[in-house]
């Protein structure tokens, strides 16, 4: 018997049913948000809107999850349910996977955990992430001359929990490789913008922007309008030349692009979605 076989498959081909289902509400982990990048250009953080919209329209993937990213999850909930343990342990543990509505903002989603902070004398929420390569380590936990900083994907949710709990939240980082770790205090200003330990970050991001895309989102699914994308799978060769020249690709990209000035190259967000087929594949063969 060939175990790790036997459990990919399973995990490939779960014992699901797929029924047609409208979500009745928006989560914080379809988020998204306009902003500007630091090199001044409008951009995306977050879920794609074309992708959140055909999940809840329950149309069927064409790349669903494999076995790997499977099992990825599942890592990370293991490394979640750690850190929780240990919030048990301190007796600092308040609650965990607490799930909330709010009717208002038809948001539905759910907290990692909840402890109580003696420094504050009161609640504190906690967002758990993981993650496991150089990049993860070197953009999001820091580097000895470079200071790290959260997914803006992530702080976005957790801005999201912070409107409902109105308590501020942590942002803990984990590495599933080496165990190095990092966290980040969130807070959202009165204008609903959010601080990163503090210091206020000023580039877009807002609560107010966050609830627009959703706004965005049921207006389309009200009158079915697919959304326009929000990444590209492959670059077009002008904007390949303009991550060129702000020295924006990786050393062998670079290499090959000045020999080719083509790569087949584009977003991780279109490389791993599980509609890619589907989004791309259907509009090349009209």
């Given at each position: 018997?060939?175990?790790?076989?036997?459990?990919?498959?399973?995990?490939?081909?779960?014992?699901?049913?797929?029924?047609?289902?409208?979500?009745?509400?928006?989560?914080?982990?379809?988020?998204?948000?306009?902003?500007?990048?630091?090199?001044?250009?409008?951009?995306?953080?977050?879920?794609?809107?074309?992708?959140?919209?055909?999940?809840?329209?329950?149309?069927?993937?064409?790349?669903?999850?494999?076995?790997?990213?499977?099992?990825?999850?599942?890592?990370?909930?293991?490394?979640?349910?750690?850190?929780?343990?240990?919030?048990?342990?301190?007796?600092?543990?308040?609650?965990?996977?607490?799930?909330?509505?709010?009717?208002?903002?038809?948001?539905?989603?759910?907290?990692?955990?909840?402890?109580?902070d003696k420094e504050i004398n009161g609640l504190r929420g906690v967002e758990i992430k993981s993650g496991y390569d150089y990049k993860f380590r070197k953009d999001?936990?820091?580097?000895?001359?470079?200071?790290?900083?959260?997914?803006?994907?992530?702080?976005?949710?957790?801005?999201?929990?912070?409107?409902?709990?109105?308590?501020?939240?942590?942002?803990?980082?984990?590495?599933?490789?080496?165990?190095?770790?990092?966290?980040?205090?969130?807070?959202?200003?009165?204008?609903?913008?959010?601080?990163?330990?503090?210091?206020?970050?000023?580039?877009?991001?807002?609560?107010?922007?966050?609830?627009?895309?959703?706004?965005?989102?049921?207006?389309?699914?009200?009158?079915?309008?697919?959304?326009?994308?929000?990444?590209?799978?492959?670059?077009?060769?002008?904007?390949?030349?303009?991550?060129?020249?702000?020295?924006?690709?990786?050393?062998?990209?670079?290499?090959?692009?000045?020999?080719?000035?083509?790569?087949?190259?584009?977003?991780?967000?279109?490389?791993?979605?599980?509609?890619?087929?589907?989004?791309?594949?259907?509009?090349?063969?009209?």
């Amino acid at each position: 018997m060939k175990l790790i076989k036997l459990v990919d498959s399973h995990l490939e081909n779960p014992c699901h049913i797929h029924i047609n289902t409208r979500r009745v509400a928006n989560y914080p982990s379809s988020a998204s948000c306009f902003y500007k990048n630091e090199y001044g250009e409008d951009a995306i953080a977050g879920k794609c809107l074309r992708a959140v919209y055909w999940s809840a329209k329950s149309v069927k993937e064409t790349n669903p999850v494999t076995a790997r990213g499977e099992r990825i999850f599942g890592y990370a909930k293991n490394v979640e349910r750690f850190e929780v343990e240990q919030y048990k342990l301190l007796g600092i543990w308040r609650g965990n996977n607490v799930k909330f509505f709010d009717p208002d903002l038809n948001i539905s989603g759910e907290a990692d955990a909840i402890i109580y902070d003696k420094e504050i004398n009161g609640l504190r929420g906690v967002e758990i992430k993981s993650g496991y390569d150089y990049k993860f380590r070197k953009d999001v936990l820091g580097t000895p001359t470079k200071p790290g900083k959260p997914k803006y994907d992530h702080l976005i949710q957790t801005m999201l929990y912070i409107d409902y709990f109105k308590i501020p939240f942590n942002l803990v980082y984990i590495d599933r490789g080496n165990a190095a770790r990092g966290e980040y205090d969130i807070t959202m200003n009165s204008d609903g913008t959010p601080n990163i330990d503090g210091k206020k970050l000023n580039i877009g991001i807002s609560f107010q922007g966050i609830i627009a895309r959703f706004k965005e989102l049921e207006d389309c699914l009200k009158d079915n309008v697919i959304p326009q994308r929000d990444f590209q799978l492959r670059y077009s060769k002008d904007r390949l030349e303009v991550l060129s020249k702000t020295k924006r690709l990786g050393k062998k990209q670079a290499e090959e692009f000045e020999k080719n000035k083509d790569l087949d190259f584009g977003v991780f967000q279109c490389g791993y979605c599980n509609y890619k087929d589907y989004c791309w594949k259907r509009e090349e063969s009209k």
